[in-house]
């Protein structure tokens, strides 16, 4: 009960301070920076799927943009600029490929609403576990070539486990 009510408080005021802080339709600096610690502290204090769950829970019903390519292209392209730049100049918190590829999957859905997927795989040796945002094949938040390394094993929205 307790832990319900205080993610209900923690979307409260995430959705208050977005409106005071982003009053814009594109996410700004400080909405980047900002979403780059929640994640950080969303992954240290909770877990992967409650982390997951809660961030969900801010996404619009309906994912659908109304974009032609060209313009899809240049906010991927964007997206994944910003938040590797300001992830980059973190020196207080450490932000890997969790903490990018969890913003990226929430901004390309909450402020553009692209269907964009969050994947999760692996590498057997040396174990290694990464993750990375992908829309339509397309991988945003990482570099494709260091992606390529790992065998994708979930996708989220839909939690599926990829089969090989």
């Not at 408080?9 to 929640?38: D, F, S, Y």
């Not at 576990?129 to 260091?146: F, K, L, N, R, S």
Request: charged letters at 20%; proline letters at 7%.
């Amino acid at each position: 009960m307790l832990a319900t009510w205080g993610l209900g408080a923690v979307k409260a005021i995430a959705v208050g301070g977005r409106k005071l802080l982003n009053p814009g339709p594109e996410p700004n600096g400080i909405t980047i920076n900002l979403l780059l610690l929640m994640s950080w502290l969303s992954f240290r204090f909770l877990d992967w799927g409650t982390t997951l769950d809660l961030w969900q829970s801010w996404h619009p019903q309906e994912i659908k943009a109304e974009l032609d390519p060209e313009q899809t292209q240049e906010i991927l392209t964007q997206v994944d600029r910003r938040i590797r730049e300001n992830a980059a100049a973190s020196f207080f918190f450490p932000m890997v490929c969790k903490e990018r590829a969890l913003v990226g999957y929430h901004l390309l859905r909450v402020f553009y609403r692209l269907p964009v997927q969050l994947v999760i795989g692996t590498a057997l040796y040396p174990l290694q576990i990464h993750a990375w945002v992908e829309y339509e094949g397309q991988i945003i938040t990482d570099d494709p070539e260091h992606c390529a390394y790992f065998d994708p094993i979930m996708t989220y929205p839909d939690d599926s486990v990829v089969q090989s």
